[in-house]
């Protein structure tokens, strides 16, 4: 028939709050007996995840809390097997300061969760009540708190969802936590933004990031609890639970003494520390937390510190807040001395032995993990037994760090609280692991090829680099750093140098040079030189009239062919003088200037005589002049 309760009617609450108080409702599940053991005698308050009611246990005869899951969940098959695996968890938590969890079952429909009943108020209500707490109240009722989640830690729970509508304080001062473990149950159903209504003005900015929550993430949620008890207000606000949600992730926490300015340094440094953003920036766990709260707490006067008040309740609640003041009247007889005397030394006897076992529940039971992280095998064990703690070796590894048998790692880390007589899981080192550079003839093998080698020898390819090389061909190994045969730890990274083959070189353009200038020139430059030569009418005997190739570029001992000038070309001056004496030999100025002129000489007549006989020439015959010299004639 399902598992209906009656809509929401005429409730109060903050827009963070998540545990609605209910002033007139009508419920169907109220007068029933659930399970054939628990009959619904009120409505206590409803969430946003569950109702829950005040209730008879008719097998034992006493008064109960149920919390009856919403159908939203009830109805999830896969919520209900992780809510039932969740309650057992938080059932085997027993500690003063927690809410007990004694059963869970479903009824037709309705998947309920049966725990002690507190008669109190929650933190959240007293809050509403007195806006903020001193610093002594707050620290005082955070004390209970921390000392609730440090044994929760301890055993490997954490709670995921501390507020202060999940701390109760009884009528008689005790302070108890409720709702372990259902957190993670219904974090992993549902996504929602009526889901994060109420936690998240508490939540831890890995949880927003990374969806993780660890005991750091409860140390994180109880700094904001605590800075909300001394402020009357929260760190953050915002139009939506995902722009608060926000806010947690990227802005740091206020110092609540810029809001208060009476909140004693000490506290402030609490909650700084508690409130660190990373959360290895942050206490480990909330005994660590603890440790600290204890410390702010002897710091304040002896007048407001409550003395060494044992953290399983609070006295002042008690005091000033809850327990109804008595009635003043002046006609009760008056008890002897010796009556008050041995009341106060019960009472005084009461409070050291409450005193005692809120220490044992708390701390006594518990003990600092060491750092074995260094040691020898005998020296952990010897601390180890030393913090009350059996060593156990769980492996072993390679390590550069430590030699051979020391301790590597931990499981459970350093100044973490275990219950006496656990065990702590070590690994210890089997020393280095070396391994050689493999073997390298240069230009016997790619990249490719030598990073399979240093693959199979166990190490990696570091940096690669390249570098020309004439006579490796590119992309083959030319080096490496360390040296082949180096021995490395296994895992080590080895440089490689990978040829580029051979260097182009810029070829020096040498037209017009000397041959001997050019020459020098080129084979500095690299290059090896060819000479051929030629006449050349317009450049000079000895330079270099052009060059094979001109420009670009080359590779070292590259040909250059160099094309020299020997100068202009010289041929023989013919002979066209005469014999006056042999009339036979006689040339006129005319023949002789159309046989030099054959020859390619320029004809310039000097001297005309009247026979036009040629008698005289200058060059002489047979002398060797360029073509176009001039040659001048005398006639007679």
Known sequence: MGCRTAPERKVAATPLDSTLVETS??????????????????????????????????????????????????????FVARFIREAKAAASLSHPNVVAVFDQGEDGGCVYLVMEYVVGETLRELLRRRGRLSASEALGVIQPVLAALSAAHAAGLVHRDVKPENVLISSDG???????GLARAISRTTTSSSTLLGTVAYLA?????????????????????LFEMVTGRLPFDGETPIAVAYRHAHEDVPDPSTLVPDVPPPLAGVIRAATARDPDARPADAAALLTLVARARRTLPASTADGDAPTTMVPWIHE?????????????RRRPRWVALVALLVVLLLAAGAAAAGWWYAAGRYTRVPNLVG???SQAASRAAAAHLTLKIAGEDWSTQYPAGAVISQQQKPATSLLRGSVISVVLSKGRHLTKVPDLVPGQMSLDGYRQALAEAGLTLGSVSERYDESVAAGDVLAVDPPAGTQLDWGSAVSVVVSK???????PHVVGQSI?????????AGFTVRVTQDFSDTVPRGQVISQSPDGGSGYRGDTVTLDVSEGPQLFPV?????????????????????????????VKVGKQGRFGIVIRQDPKPGSMEPKGFTVTIDAA
């Open 174 to 180: 005790r302070v108890k936590v409720a709702d372990f």
């Open 25 to 78: 409702v009508t419920d169907a599940l109220l007068g029933r007996l659930l399970d054939g053991r628990y009959r619904i005698e009120e409505r206590v308050a409803r969430g946003g995840m569950a109702t829950v009611y005040r209730a008879r246990d008719i097998r034992l005869d006493r008064v109960v809390a149920v919390k009856v899951m919403h159908d939203v969940f009830a109805e999830d098959p896969e």
């Open 574 to 602: 013919p002979k066209v003088t005469s014999d006056l004496a042999d009339p036979t030999s006689w040339i006129s100025v005319d023949q002789a200037r159309q046989i030099l002129e054959s020859a390619g000489f320029t």
């Open 501 to 507: 083959g051979r260097q182009p070189i810029p070829i």
């Open 375 to 377: 040691l020898s095998q």
């Open 320 to 332: 000033t807040l809850v327990a109804p003041r008595a009635p003043k009247g002046a006609g009760k």
């Open 205 to 225: 900015p890995e949880q927003v990031t990374r969806g993780v929550a660890d005991a750091r993430s409860d140390v994180y949620a109880t700094g904001i609890m």
């Open 516 to 524: 001997d200038d050019a020459t020098t020139i080129l084979r500095n």
